[in-house]
């Protein structure tokens, strides 16, 4: 069995005093309390490389923790294991005489599930194993929001698992790793999130990897469409035919991977049959002439068929799409990536695309290994985050994993992410 070491937990009776020594000496960084009710317990998680320390602090004078403090004094409560498999695990342990507290796993925290073996048996100390749950979001929900004379609508086309130094260029791992957390192939979860605007006309933009995507590549990128875009359309009520104009923020093929579709006869089509196709002018002959740098990011089945059928317009910078509804030019990420600003009323949302790729990125030097012009991005990003945080516009993240959209807001020259949709 593999077996990790996840965290150690330690009972505390004044945790100001033990956040003086953790915090303050060692320099190391608190994560905020989660307060388990059922335990009456306060859980202090502090990161430390690959693991954490645990300050437990009770709540009641009848938590097991006060007990055991009242006992012992403070110290050393418990050692979490992480196994792949509890319950094989402890029919393993079973097996072989181990002495255990649970002989059935049982709920712990964050949903997972957790068993205790006997301290007896682990020699004095008391031995937690848990089994942490697959925590990969699912959208199942396309959620709505209107934005003056707009309609929102956020969609899922499933998720991508990319490599997380890529994802985070010069940012060590230590840093993101807590952001989200890679997997043991170092890949992150991302999301791929399409957005809906509805005013005059109905625009798409992006529209995820879609399913023209070799099974190798899908594989290297761990493409999981169980809920795909046609899934989110319905859950939103519209099909392929009431889209009227497919955006691009650029032609990597995370974005406009969905603009096109396998037909019956095995060809590749145009997914929506009646939009007009937009790209910017610059990004087109990029993707079309691509080179050794970036050549992995295209994929001409997504585009080229577009411009066959004749439904495509490339467009120059700042163009307007609709009214209240406009591109800007960001460069950075490609020499061409563009964002979409839509304002109405006095409110304003921006879909960032590679710019803000996730919440994570919301720091201006937290810019993706994969951008061609990182100081392109970094010049980008100081202007534009400064005007979204004064005007508070929704930013919507498209590869975020767990929510869609937020405002970022700063204090003491620290960056958060409000979240405000899913
Ligand atoms: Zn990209
Ligand atoms: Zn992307």
């Known amino acids: 069995m593999e077996v990790r070491l996840d965290h150690v937990g330690i009972a505390v009776t004044d945790v100001r005093a033990a956040l003086a020594f953790y915090r303050d000496a060692l320099g190391l960084e608190i994560e905020m309390p989660e307060e388990v009710m059922s335990q009456r317990v306060r859980a202090h998680f502090i990161p430390v490389g690959e693991c954490a320390l645990e300050l437990l602090e009770a709540t009641a004078p009848d938590s097991a923790i006060a007990r055991y403090v009242e006992k012992r004094g403070p110290g050393l409560h418990h050692i979490t294991l992480r196994v792949g498999d509890i319950h094989a695990a402890l029919a393993t342990l079973k097996a072989k005489g181990v002495r255990l507290v649970d002989d059935v796993a049982r709920p712990g925290a964050e949903d997972g599930l957790v068993a205790f073996v006997h301290p007896s048996a682990a020699h004095g100390v008391l031995v937690e194993l848990k089994q942490a749950t697959d925590k990969t979001p699912r959208f199942h929900q396309s959620t709505a929001v209107r934005l003056g004379a707009f309609e929102l609508m956020t969609l899922s086309d499933g998720f991508i698992h990319l490599d997380g130094g890529a994802m985070f260029g010069t940012v060590p791992r230590t840093l993101w790793q807590k952001r989200l ?104 002959h990029d993707a079309t002439h691509p080179h050794e740098r970036n050549r992995a990011s295209y994929i001409k089945d997504n585009f080229v068929p577009l411009a066959e059928a004749g439904v495509l317009d490339l467009v120059d910078d700042n163009a307007e799409l609709m009214p209240g509804v406009t591109l800007r030019r960001s460069g950075g990420h490609t020499l061409h990536h563009q964002v979409v600003m839509i304002t109405s009323q006095g409110e304003t949302a921006a879909f960032t695309a590679d710019m803000f790729p996730t919440a994570a990125h919301v720091p201006d030097a937290w810019i993706m290994g994969y951008d061609l012009y990182p100081m392109d991005t970094l010049g980008f990003k100081r202007v534009f985050a400064r005007e979204a945080i004064e005007r508070e516009y929704l930013i919507f993240f498209e590869h975020e994993p767990s929510f869609a959209a937020g405002r970022i807001r700063e204090s003491q020259g620290r960056r958060t992410v409000e979240r405000v949709i899913g």
């Open 181 to 284: 957390p890679p997997d043991d192939r170092n890949r992150i979860t991302l999301g791929l999130r399409p957005l809906i605007v509805r005013g005059e006309r109905t625009l798409l933009i992006d529209a995820g990897c879609g399913d023209t995507m070799d099974a190798k590549l899908a594989g290297i990128y761990g493409l999981d469409r169980r809920y795909h875009l046609d899934h989110a359309l319905a859950e939103a009520g519209l099909t392929v035919d009431d889209i009227d104009i497919v955006l691009a923020s650029h032609l990597h093929f995370d974005h406009v991977g969905g603009f096109t579709a396998r037909q019956g006869d095995g060809t590749i089509a145009p997914r929506f049959p009646r939009a007009r196709y937009v790209a910017h002018r610059g990004e087109w």
